[in-house]
């Protein structure tokens, strides 16, 4: 049982929506990482926060952002749904950051539709 | 070309064999390496690490990296049908971004 939890499980939206999915960190653990999981590929990196600052980012555009907060619990938010948004996307918390040997602990995902 | 590359599969064996999953990759920065198991429905699960080349063992799994090569491999032996799950390998050059393999559909039949 590695803790992490999504919400919700799946999502259907229209395309030019906005959506908000959250994560909920495992306890004692500061840092989270959101990926996106499309349909037979592998997870990719979207962005990270620790102590409520990003910290990192990968080759996402800026409609998609993210918060984390004092409980380290996070959201994702994707702004102007486009039909390619149609993913699984994860969260991964960790204990801290900047230490790569750290294990990332994956929750389920949420399944997003965009119609 | 993609950082990482994985055959997607689906590679389907008797319950018993040895199997045999990798991955090649193009960033010579890479100095973690990981692979997850991932059942369907579910999040990806850590299931050995590797820290720069050589071996590692956890009981049925070991986990093979040639940086030379750039070229890693996870080995599962007696392979049981619940290993059946998607199989993806992950590096990091640091600070926990993961860059993800494709994942290898594995099917162990009894």
């Known amino acids: 049982e590695t803790g992490v939890t999504q919400s919700p499980t799946h999502l259907i939206k229209t395309r030019g929506q906005q959506v908000t999915l959250r994560c909920s960190s495992q306890s004692g653990h500061n840092t989270v990482s959101w990926y996106q999981q499309a349909l037979g590929q592998g997870p990719q990196f979207i962005f990270q926060?620790?102590?409520?600052?990003?910290?990192g980012r990968g080759n996402f555009p800026p409609r998609f952002s993210g918060l984390q907060f004092p409980n380290y619990s996070s959201e994702l938010n994707v702004n102007a749904l486009e039909l390619d948004d149609s993913a699984l996307y994860l969260c991964?918390?960790?204990?801290?950051?900047?230490?790569?040997?750290?294990?990332?602990?994956f929750g389920p995902g949420t399944r997003l539709t965009v119609l | 070309q993609k950082e990482v590359e994985q055959d997607p599969g689906p590679l389907s064996v008797p319950e018993g064999a040895i199997v045999s999953l990798n991955c090649t990759y193009s960033n010579s920065a890479f100095q973690y390496f990981m692979w997850y198991r991932q059942y369907s429905r579910k999040g990806p699960e850590l299931l050995m690490y590797?820290?720069?080349?050589g071996n590692k063992e956890d009981g049925r799994f070991t986990a093979q990296v040639d940086k030379s090569s750039k070229y890693i491999s996870l080995f599962i032996r007696d392979s049981q049908p619940s290993d059946s799950a998607t199989y993806l390998c992950a590096m990091s050059a640091g600070a926990q971004k993961l860059v993800f393999g494709q994942g290898t559909r594995l099917t162990i039949n009894p």
């Open positions: 590797t820290y720069s080349s």
């Open positions: 926060y620790y102590r409520e600052e990003e910290n």
């Open positions: 991964a918390s960790s204990p801290t950051t900047g230490n790569p040997t750290d294990t990332q602990y």
